[in-house]
């Protein structure tokens, strides 16, 4: 693999990212490591998939998020009787012209919000796996190319199962990284309290750059350098999930790219254009932790993918040596 064709001493990716991150902050106090994430997701070109209790700011961050980057934003409230349609859009006859024409659905913009993803049929759900991994929709036969950037953003509520469908492995394994934000502590959220008394901060949000600027750093990323020996730690530990005696369905080879993307995207949202041991394991459990099937006796002992993921990192051997933008380190 070639070596980084650009250097971020002298680049305008690291400040653009932390004006991002630093603006979707005024709206969401207090998780900086769960913004991160989402931008880290942004950069790679990946879905998100919000599992949260309601009132944490699921759908803010989605808002925020479409904000700071000065894109399109459409939200659908997922409900049983929402149609596949209803998401794509649909083919209706003119007459006067006597044609048939695509009126565009919500799926039509760069951020899309999914809100309760899980309340509607599979086959609604289905419509979105197109959208997800190929960024279009087939309409009555004719394939209509997505606005890029594109990014789902899709939330579920964890501990309401009365009316929901659970999302299927396929869909799961689009998505590139599962995220909580959870209860703001008391200091952030007495802050959140001011912030809000007024105005909400998300009113007067500023876009902290455009999306073909985000085009631009989600380029970037894919040029970041991954020495070989990450590499074979990826592939051990996305293999090591497979043989896990805790769970019934290991992680694909998809996941393995999804962490490679996500770890180079860590690394240039860290300043850096080569991936480090660190980034990996950062990223591991977001990434990896919603891709796998936790056994009957697993679950019954209180196990879940995260728990199983994060200690399986632990146990698989890091790579020794680095040798990453022309410089080796340990």
Avoid: W
């Avoid at 925020?64 to 980057?69: G, Y």
């Avoid at 492995?169 to 007495?190: C, H, K, S, W």
């Avoid at 990192?313 to 990453?324: I, M, N, S, T, Y």
Wanted: charged share 25%; net charge neutral.
């Amino acid at each position: 693999m070639s070596l980084p064709s650009f250097s971020l001493s002298t680049d305008p990716s690291r400040e653009l990212i932390k004006r991002l991150v630093e603006q979707v902050e005024k709206v969401i106090v207090g998780k900086r490591d769960t913004i991160e994430l989402a931008v880290t997701a942004l950069l790679s070109g990946g879905h998100i998939l919000l599992e949260d209790v309601p009132g944490v700011g699921k759908t803010m961050l989605a808002k925020a998020l479409a904000k700071a980057i000065g894109c399109g934003f459409q939200r659908v409230q997922c409900t049983p009787d929402l149609l596949p349609g209803d998401l794509t859009g649909v083919s209706i006859f003119n007459q006067k012209t006597g044609d048939f024409e695509f009126r565009p659905g919500p799926l039509m913009a760069h951020m899309v919000l999914a809100d309760e993803l899980n309340r509607t049929t599979p086959k609604t759900q289905s419509a979105l796996l197109e959208a997800m991994e190929e960024g279009s929709v087939t309409v009555d036969g004719t394939t209509y190319r997505l606005p890029r950037p594109f990014l789902l953003i899709a939330t579920q509520n964890p501990l309401d199962y009365e009316g929901t469908f659970a999302l299927p492995e396929a869909q799961l394994d689009r998505f590139l990284v599962r995220l909580t934000l959870g209860y703001p502590d008391g200091e952030f959220e007495a802050r959140m309290l001011e912030r809000v008394q007024d105005a909400h901060p998300i009113d007067k949000l500023a876009p902290a750059m455009l999306p073909e600027e985000l085009l631009g750093l989600q380029r970037k990323a894919q040029l970041v350098y991954v020495e070989d020996s990450l590499r074979e730690y990826i592939v051990r530990l996305v293999a090591a999930t497979r043989s896990h005696s805790e769970l019934a369905l290991g992680a694909s080879p998809r996941a393995s790219i999804a962490l490679m993307r996500a770890a180079q995207a860590t690394a240039l949202l860290r300043g850096r254009s080569y991936v480090i041991p660190d980034d990996i394991k950062r990223i591991a459990v977001p990434v990896l932790g919603h891709r796998v099937i936790v056994s009957i006796d697993a679950r019954l002992g209180g196990r879940t993918g995260n728990l199983i993921i994060a200690d399986t990192v632990e146990k698989v051997p890091v790579p020794l040596e680095r040798r990453a933008a022309g410089e080796t380190g340990r």
